[in-house]
């Protein structure tokens, strides 16, 4: 596959470093690291446990700062805007799910994907009706009033993905995503969540260590000493 230009791309990052202090000794995390994703393109992030994936992910995000380098979302410079910035480009801009899914505990399955999107400022009838198109589109239609102590681990990350693809962001990132499910699970969430990201038109991150999962993506990219390749 070609490697999308900065014209193009939905996300490139440039020169992209992280490092920490940590008892009187600096960390480096991420090097240098460059990468462009283009629309509707998947791309997995592979690499063990403590190489830097998740640190990647949230800078990427714009969850968290202290690092240098360009991050450019959706053609806009990213990495250099304020809080109400950063607030603003994850908002319209991106979507993300987390190894657990983080839903809020009162709220049934539909109330959790209808949320965000009124926080962006649509109508409650609007929002209802995506939240039931995601969610029935995943197989859960007989879930929606369900709050998440009464789904299984594979539907409360089916939330999740429905959630995170509620406002069309134009990234998705996902930060191990099945890495709370047992294979089999697994196996069923990933396939479900490639076919939702590729059918709204999103591209995607997906960090993962797992190189079965990783093969069904578009591309491979890894990252070893705070560099991919």
Known sequence: MCIPTIGDA???????????????????????????VA??????????????????LQAIGLLEGGFDG????????????????RTRVRRESLGFVYQFHHLLPDFTAEENVVLPQMVRGAARADADARAKSLLTTLGLSHRLDHRPSKLSGGEQQRVAVARALANRPALVLADEPTGNLDEATADVVLVEFLRLVRGEGSAAVVATHNERLAARMDRVVRLHDGVLA
């Open 10 to 36: 939905v996300l490139h990052v440039t020169d992209l470093k992280r490092s920490y202090e940590q008892g009187g000794q600096t960390i480096h995390v991420l090097r240098g690291v460059n990468l462009s």
């Open 39 to 56: 629309p509707g393109e998947i791309v997995a992030l592979l690499g063990p446990s403590g190489s830097g994936k998740s640190t990647m």
């Open 70 to 85: 360009s991050i450019r979302i959706a053609g806009e410079e990213a990495a250099r805007l304020d809080n109400d910035g």
